[in-house]
């Protein structure tokens, strides 16, 4: 069965530097959600959308922003890179109904380094 | 707000102990709980769910159950085998429109053959 995509899986960049981190979620699955996981932590919620809006907002710094287009993949953009920043970055999809969201399917997540 | 307690770990057991993980939690409202396991260098797993109170949820021999009175959701496997070692994360979501998973700080379980 086709899964969560995530691109890239792993990506290294400098302190001050920009990223943008991809998600292709499974067909049909019209909601995103992202979440990022420190070192030994548990994955803390960063943003999601439903049908290409924002549908909820968490502990997102304000150098990220995301989007979700008209095919249903997001993007998560990251500027002004920090080394907290270094992470693993999951992304994860569902279907809902508007009121109901069905259980979430993670990606492989995007492993950032920032040096 | 939305939390979850885990049992601190980590958790090392001998192939076919018996395995608990305690998991509670505070909401308002009905959550629905969720058990997720990440594997070494993989993403996470959905393990089981369950979305109301008394619902038990069961996948590859773990089970938990919704239990309201308690505000728990425990993970239990009766033999765990050396495949089983992994981080495990008790999660729920609120509901309401705003599905977001909150999770618990995870516990590590190593089965040692």
């Known amino acids: 069965a086709a899964g969560v995509i995530q691109s890239p899986r792993h990506l290294i960049k400098e302190k001050r530097e920009t990223a943008t981190l991809k998600c292709y979620p499974i067909p049909r699955h019209d909601t995103v959600y992202w979440y990022q996981q420190g070192p030994g932590q548990d994955p803390q919620f960063l943003i999601s959308f439903y049908e290409k809006m924002q549908s909820d907002k968490g502990s997102i710094p304000d150098r990220f922003s995301a989007q979700q287009f008209s095919d249903y993949h997001s993007e998560l953009n990251m500027s002004s890179l920090e080394l907290g920043d270094s992470a693993l970055y999951f992304c994860?999809?569902?279907?809902?109904?508007?009121?109901?969201?069905?259980?979430?399917?993670f990606g492989p997540g995007t492993r950032l380094t920032v040096t | 707000g939305n939390s979850v307690t885990q049992m601190e770990g980590p958790v090392t057991l001998s192939e076919e102990a018996f395995l608990t993980i305690n998991c509670t939690y505070t909401a308002t409202g009905y959550p629905s709980l969720f058990w997720y396991v990440q594997y070494p260098g993989e993403g996470l797993q959905l393990l089981l769910k369950?979305?109301?109170?008394?619902d038990k949820g069961s996948n590859k021999g773990f089970e938990a159950t919704y239990r309201k009175e308690t505000t728990s959701f425990h993970l239990e496997k009766g033999s765990v085998q050396v495949s089983d070692s992994a981080v495990y994360f008790c999660?729920?979501?609120?509901?309401?429109?705003?599905?977001?998973?909150?999770f618990g700080k995870g516990t590590k379980l190593t089965v040692n053959p």
């Open positions: 999660a729920l979501s609120d509901g309401g429109g705003s599905e977001k998973l909150v």
């Open positions: 369950a979305t109301k109170a008394d």
């Open positions: 994860a999809s569902s279907f809902s109904t508007g009121t109901i969201s069905y259980e979430q399917y």
